[in-house]
């Protein structure tokens, strides 16, 4: 499974759009691309998922460039409530488990 | 959407004994689910991948014989810590993959237990 690497912490106001980096420069041609989030002491929660371009859902949006080797997740307009760890996941949608990386702590401030 | 729930949320447990923990999808089939565990403010480590039927596939680094691993049903998966030290405590979180699963995001995770070990 490819390995990602994120920013460990982010901090960001009150209705700001908030843009998540994720590389992962040995990803394959069958991998997607997935990011989850996780409040504390709570399971992961998905949030959306990608192959290449753009994916938007009611709650973000994904960004993917051509290459593939990074990929960016867009929160518009972030609350209180988005305060939490976000993680990217990178594996291929045969394998079935995803390996987590460090994920990065957005910290949303009034 | 599918839902996977964990018994007990936290459970308390004295060193030397053993504790197991209950994953299940409620309203789906999971012929596959997978146990993490996650200390704190670190990210989730993959422990083993659970399938109905067959024995556990364990991650290099994990005890088998430690984290009894059974997969019985396929809403039901159950983790046992045998002989828990404090070394244990964690939290604990289960994910189920949706046996129509054809995307790897179609694959749900539990609230999580928080064990520990006094």
């Known amino acids: 499974l490819a390995k990602t690497t994120q920013p460990i912490s982010m901090d960001s106001y009150e209705g700001q759009e908030v843009n998540i980096t994720c590389s992962h420069n040995n990803i394959a041609t069958n991998d997607y691309i997935t990011w989850y989030q996780q409040f504390p002491s709570q399971g992961p929660r998905f949030i959306i998922q990608?192959?290449?371009t753009k994916v938007t859902n009611e709650v973000a949006s994904l960004f993917i460039p051509a290459d593939r080797k990074s990929s960016t997740l867009s929160l518009p307009r972030v609350s209180l409530s988005d305060t939490a760890v976000y993680y990217c996941?990178?594996?291929?949608?045969?394998?079935?488990?995803?390996?987590f990386g460090d994920g990065t702590t957005l910290t949303v401030k009034p | 959407g599918a839902v996977v729930s964990q018994h007990p949320s936290r459970v308390i447990c004295k060193s030397g004994t053993s504790v197991k923990i209950e994953c299940r999808s409620l309203d789906f089939q999971a012929t596959t689910m997978f146990w993490y565990r996650q200390f704190p403010k670190k990210s989730l480590m993959l422990m083993a991948t659970?399938?109905?039927?067959?024995?556990?596939?364990?991650e290099q680094g994990v005890e088998k014989d430690k984290f009894l691993i059974n997969h019985a049903s396929l809403t039901l998966s159950t983790l046992t810590v045998t002989s828990a030290h404090p070394e244990d405590s964690s939290f604990y979180i289960c994910?189920?993959?949706?046996?129509?699963?054809?995307?790897?995001?179609?694959?749900?995770f539990g609230p999580g237990t928080r064990l520990t070990v006094t």
């Open positions: 996941l990178v594996g291929d949608t045969n394998a079935g488990k995803s390996t």
């Open positions: 990608g192959y290449k």
């Open positions: 659970s399938n109905e039927g067959s024995k556990a596939t364990y």
């Open positions: 994910s189920a993959r949706d046996k129509l699963a054809r995307r790897e995001y179609e694959q749900y």
